[in-house]
């Protein structure tokens, strides 16, 4: 049963436009989302968190949305870069848990 | 800065050797995790440690065992290796006492194939 789904296993973008990665997630319980980016033959990095009691959180070109009542996560990347290009993983943590990721959304800025 | 690394970048076994995977952090963080990452599948918790030789299992443990016996050091065991462990090994840690965050810090992962 996978707790955290991102439907879309690929984006392709114009560079300088808007990236939008999206989320979904079942339980409720989660507390605490991050999201990831993963270059090829490189370990996954950190890249921005928000926490349940918040709806937003940006840094950078870099925000994150959370809509709790559809239990819906989203990445925005304004405005895109070719260097943006890689997976993307969002991952959730249920109070007291270990992380959960999704399956990775593969992101191509072309110039 | 934190850094994990990782015992090879590449490996290539053949069935049913016995596989010895290493990860080591340098920032005394106490819990340390193994992932497998596969195409469609995203990152799948293998075995996590809280501390040393304390280990519990994670979703997928069948065909690996794990050890820990300093707390830098934080080995993933593959008994007898299969094919269908052919996959992207990743290993992380994080510190459990920062408020407010639980971001996990990677190595750069190891590339296993088995033939």
């Known amino acids: 049963d996978q707790q955290v789904k991102q439907n879309s296993p690929s984006l392709s973008v114009q560079e300088g436009r808007i990236s939008i990665l999206n989320c979904d997630y079942t339980n409720s319980m989660f507390d605490y989302f991050l999201w990831y980016k993963k270059y090829p033959a490189e370990g996954p990095t950190f890249l921005i968190s928000?926490?349940?009691?918040?709806d937003k959180n940006e840094d950078g070109r870099f925000t994150v949305f959370l809509n709790k009542s559809a239990k819906h996560l989203s990445l925005h990347i304004v405005p895109s870069q070719p260097g943006d290009s890689a997976v993307y993983f969002c991952a959730a943590r249920p109070k007291g848990g270990k992380l959960i990721f999704g399956q990775g959304t593969e992101l191509s800025v072309k110039p | 800065d934190v850094k994990v690394t990782q015992s090879s970048r590449y490996l290539v076994k053949r069935t049913g050797e016995k596989v010895f995977l290493e990860c080591v952090q340098d920032?005394?963080?106490?819990?340390m995790f193994w992932y497998r990452q596969d195409p469609g599948l995203g990152l799948r918790l293998i075995y996590f440690s809280y501390d040393v030789k304390m280990k519990e299992k994670g979703d997928i443990p069948e065909g690996y065992s794990v050890s820990r016996e300093k707390k830098e050091r934080f080995s993933l065991i593959l008994e007898s290796a299969s094919t269908n462990q052919t996959s992207m090994y990743l290993c992380?840690?994080?510190?459990?006492?920062?408020?407010?965050?639980?971001?996990?810090?990677f190595g750069p992962g190891t590339r296993l194939t088995v033939t």
């Open positions: 928000i926490s349940s009691i918040k």
């Open positions: 992380a840690t994080r510190t459990p006492g920062q408020l407010g965050s639980y971001e996990q810090y």
């Open positions: 920032m005394d963080h106490e819990n």
